[in-house]
T-cell receptor, first 111, second 114 residues
Framework: QKEVEQDPGPLSVPEGAIVSLNCTYS??????FMWYRQYSRKGPELLMY????GNKEDGRFTAQVDKSSKYISLFIRDSQPSDSATYLC???????????FGKGTRLHILP | NAGVMQNPRHLVRRRGQEARLRCSPM?????VYWYRQLPEEGLKFMVY????????ESGMPKERFSAEFPKEGPSILRIQQVVRGDSAAYFC????????????FGNGTRLTVT
């Protein structure tokens, strides 16, 4: 089993819809969870950073962590065409200092 | 702009040449990570460095690849005798306290080996 699993997509949704992106993981020691957005030909940009379980909201973005299920989510409300990008989850806090990334989900917001 | 700076943005090398990729971390950050990204394969960890120390190089190929982060100056990822399979985007990221704070990425160096 891979440490972090993320559906590669592509995921296509109409403009204005709520988008749900998810990752599962196997290492119960992970405590820090991140979501990055990556546009083509650019570096990943940090969107959300959470510690342990719970929700965190920032504008149209909400990150959720369910440590009991080893499942994290990123919700995007009122999606815009400019949200079209690849979204990567990442996590750390295991035995070593590694930060492990999912493979990313490609998201297309249709105007 | 106080972000992570990588140069060059694009690098073309012929097989057998050396590639040197540079990374200046964000101001105040002393932890540097290098990742390689191939299309459809996500970010692959290569090496984690602090000033003058390699902390974890478990993701680095055993031969031809090396990295350093000197006391003064940028971090360098060096690839000797490049082969076509080295063609990829190489990203550098920095953080304040390693894995316990978020990573901030540069825009990468795209290496093409001809």
């Amino acid at each position: 089993q891979k440490e972090v699993e993320q559906d590669p997509g592509p995921l296509s949704v109409p403009e204005g819809a709520i988008v749900s992106l998810n990752c599962t993981y196997s290492n119960s020691a992970f405590q820090y969870f991140m979501w990055y957005r990556q546009y083509s030909r650019k570096g990943p940009e940090l969107l959300m950073y959470t510690y342990s379980s719970g929700n965190k909201e920032d504008g149209r973005f909400t990150a959720q962590v369910d440590k009991s299920s080893k499942y994290i989510s990123l919700f995007i409300r009122d999606s815009q065409p400019s949200d079209s990008a690849t979204y990567l989850c990442a996590m750390s806090g295991g035995r070593d200092d590694k930060i492990i990334f999912g493979k990313g989900t490609r998201l297309h917001i249709l105007p | 702009n106080a972000g992570v700076m990588q140069n060059p943005r694009h690098l073309v090398r012929r097989r057998g040449q050396e590639a040197r990729l540079r990374c200046s971390p964000m101001k105040g950050h002393s932890h540097v990570y290098w990742y390689r990204q191939l299309p459809e394969e996500g970010l692959k960890f290569m090496v984690y460095l602090q000033k003058e120390n390699i902390i974890d190089e478990s993701g680095m190929p055993k031969e031809r690849f090396s990295a350093e982060f000197p006391k003064e100056g940028p971090s360098i990822l060096r690839i000797q005798q490049v082969v076509r399979g080295d063609s990829a985007a190489y990203f550098c990221a920095s953080s304040q306290t390693g894995a316990y704070s978020p990573l901030h990425f540069g825009n990468g160096t795209r290496l093409t080996v001809t």
